[in-house]
Nanobody
Framework: QVQLSESGGGLVQAGGSLRLSCAAS????????MGWFRQAPGKEREFVAA???????IYADSVKGRFIISRENAKSMMYLQMNSLKPEDTAVYYC???????????????WGQGTQVTVSS
């Protein structure tokens, strides 16, 4: 099993940037596909970005071209660089781990507790 902890959330103005970090501990980090999801009030948790154990990436259309997912296996860390932020990006962002490379929420078995990102207009 892997334990996950997010950090880096905060308040930023529209057009600004934030970098979220996800620290992992437990089972070998490099064995997991990793992803970022987000959940706004009153909405379902939605896929943001995923990265495979070897570094392949995929993004939701809503963030493509603005966000970058990355990982450093030697440090058991994953990141989400968020640029050109919009008010609609406001949500709690969750780090997640899966046994496969996936965009589906149900494929992720391990979750962090989330970090709040608020983008003001």
């Amino acid at each position: 099993q892997v334990q996950l902890s997010e950090s880096g959330g905060g308040l930023v103005q529209a057009g600004g940037s934030l970098r979220l970090s996800c620290a992992a501990s437990g089972r070998t980090f490099s064995d997991y596909g990793m992803g970022w999801f987000r959940q706004a009030p009153g909405k379902e948790r939605e896929f943001v970005a995923a990265i495979s154990r070897i570094g392949s990436t995929i993004y939701a259309d809503s963030v493509k071209g603005r966000f970058i997912i990355s990982r450093e296996n030697a440090k058991s860390m994953m990141y989400l660089q968020m640029n050109s932020l919009k008010p609609e990006d406001t949500a709690v962002y969750y780090c997640a781990a899966a046994s496969i490379y996936s965009i589906r929420r149900n494929d992720y078995n391990h979750w962090g507790q989330g970090t709040q990102v608020t983008v003001s207009s």
